[in-house]
């Protein structure tokens, strides 16, 4: 039973920072990559950011690229988004989620990831 569990989100003001986690169980964690989606009210879910198996490789939607930077520990199963300068725009609920590895290279499509978390919201006030 694959498992993922978001944690982090919040009420944060205009500027300021959070950083989102996913603690993954259920398979073995190095095996896949993973990626941040999100979805605010009305709108579709959208590519945030994702990481390779192995951490080397990282990509980023333009509207984050420069303010939000992906990690992930293997030893701890855990997948982090540290998201800096939040603006109103970014307030929506955030995903985490698994792509395995052997499927093919980093994807930017919701399509490709095989197993997703319940969501942490983020709010982000002006």
């Known amino acids: 039973q694959v498992q993922l569990v978001e944690s982090g989100g919040g009420l944060v003001q205009a500027g300021g920072s959070l950083r989102l986690s996913c603690l993954a169980s259920g398979r073995i964690f190095s095996w896949y990559h993973m990626g941040w989606f999100r979805r605010g009210t009305g709108k579709e879910r959208e590519f945030v950011a994702a990481?390779?198996?192995?951490?080397?490789?990282?990509r980023y939607a333009d509207s984050v690229k420069g303010r939000f930077t992906i990690s992930r520990d293997n030893a701890k199963n855990t997948v982090y988004l540290q998201m800096n300068s939040l603006q109103p725009e970014d307030t929506a609920v955030y995903y985490c989620?698994?792509?395995?590895?052997?499927?093919?290279?980093?994807?930017?499509?919701?399509?490709?990831?095989?197993?997703w978390g319940q969501g942490t919201q983020v709010t982000v006030s002006s």
């Open positions: 990481i390779s198996w192995n951490g080397a490789n990282t």
């Open positions: 989620a698994m792509k395995s590895a052997a499927g093919g290279p980093l994807s930017q499509s919701r399509e490709e990831y095989n197993y």
